[in-house]
């Protein structure tokens, strides 16, 4: 499984990298968000792991960027901030598929948990329909 890791601070970057990595998950690291989906669109990953603020493209725009390409729309996202601000997990949760994560709050294993959980019910043979919500897959026939 492939984990995209994206934060513009090089060392909780590759905090999370070493913790996915050494837990059996390829990485692939984003120093921001315009980074991160230009990576997302040439592969695809499994998981989107991504901070909040970060210069050229925050995590939001991120992740409003993704569900809007089909190649990408349903991959799950888990976002991370130092702040553990209440607007951003409300704002976070409004989203389809994205978790949010405080760092220096979540333990290293709720993370690991965290993403276990989100690949094990990762969406498969969805579409998003123009006309739908874009938060709301729709199963194929």
Same mark, same amino acid.
């Given at each position: 499984?492939?984990? $995209? @890791?994206?934060?513009? #601070?090089?060392?909780?970057? +590759?905090?999370?990298? +070493?913790?996915? *990595?050494?837990?059996?998950?390829?990485?692939? +690291?984003? @120093?921001?968000? $315009? #980074?991160?989906?230009?990576? *997302? $669109?040439? /592969?695809? !990953?499994?998981? @989107?792991?991504?901070?909040?603020?970060?210069?050229?493209?925050?995590?939001?725009?991120?992740?409003?960027?993704?569900?809007?390409?089909?190649?990408?729309? %349903?991959?799950?996202?888990?976002?991370? &901030?130092?702040?553990?601000? =209440?607007?951003? /997990?409300?704002?976070?949760?409004?989203? $389809?598929? %994205?978790?949010?994560? %405080?760092?220096?709050?979540?333990? !290293? *294993?709720?993370?690991? =948990?965290?993403?276990?959980?989100?690949?094990?019910?990762?969406? &498969?043979?969805?579409?998003?329909? !123009? +006309?739908?919500? =874009?938060?709301? !897959?729709?199963?194929?026939?």
């Amino acid at each position: 499984m492939k984990i $995209l @890791v994206a934060d513009d #601070d090089k060392d909780q970057r +590759e905090l999370y990298a +070493e913790l996915l *990595s050494q837990n059996g998950y390829q990485v692939v +690291e984003a @120093v921001d968000g $315009l #980074d991160a989906l230009e990576k *997302s $669109l040439q /592969k695809p !990953p499994d998981l @989107v792991f991504t901070g909040i603020i970060m210069p050229r493209m925050d995590g939001f725009e991120l992740i409003r960027n993704l569900r809007n390409n089909v190649a990408t729309a %349903v991959i799950p996202v888990i976002m991370f &901030s130092h702040l553990g601000r =209440e607007e951003d /997990k409300q704002k976070a949760s409004k989203l $389809l598929n %994205v978790h949010f994560a %405080v760092k220096g709050y979540d333990s !290293p *294993s709720e993370i690991l =948990e965290k993403v276990k959980d989100l690949l094990q019910h990762k969406p &498969s043979n969805l579409e998003l329909k !123009p +006309e739908d919500d =874009e938060r709301q !897959p729709r199963a194929m026939l």
